[in-house]
Each structure stands twice: as structure tokens, then as C-alpha cells.
């Protein structure tokens, strides 16, 4: 029954048993939803928008500076100027200080 046209315009869609709605599949293509993304419900007279929520972590969005360097990677990159991970890694390993032992 989900995805039945009412008129033109509007399509059905159905309420479960756990408050969960079914939002017909033609709607959920041209939004771009899909399963596990958020929506955002707001009353409007007398009904309900319910329209695509996208929500971003801060803990995954970068700094001005870590933007900066990740573009500047990239064009290094694209220049041919890149290193191998056992490269950067040999190149860590030289500049770090040696430990030293605490003696008593």
C-alpha cells in the first residue's frame, strides 16, 4: 500500500506499529534518503513537513589548519611529489629524539 498515489501531487505512505512511516520510494530516490539518515519532522497547520536532516559529527570535521593540509597534500600529490608510508615512516623515525634510559 506504501507509495500508492492519493492525487498527483501526493503520494501514501503508511504508520507501523511502532510509530515507524513508510515514505514511498519515488520520494526517498529525488531526496536522496536513505536508510539511516536522519529527517526532520516540524507541524505545519494541519499536517507535518517531514524533509532531510543531514547531521554532521563534530568530532569528523577538520580544522582550518588540517583542511590546509590535506589540500596541500593533494596537490603535491597531483605534482608527482609524494612519499611511501615506509618513507615517511624511516624519515619519523630519524628525527625523533633516542630515549634515554632513567638511571638510579
Known sequence: MA???????EQIGRVG???????????LE???????????FSEQGNG???????????????????SALITKARREMREGKHVTLAQLEHEMARKRPPRRRKTT
Open 3 to 9: 507509495g500508492r498515489t492519493a492525487t498527483s501531487e
Open 30 to 40: 529525488t531526496l536522496k534518503i536513505q536508510e539511516g539518515d536522519f529527517v526532520a
Open 17 to 27: 506499529q511502532r510509530r515507524q512511516v513508510v515514505i514511498p520510494r519515488k520520494m
Open 48 to 66: 507535518v513537513l517531514i524533509k532531510p536532516k543531514r547531521v554532521v559529527d563534530p568530532d569528523d570535521t577538520l580544522t582550518r589548519e588540517e
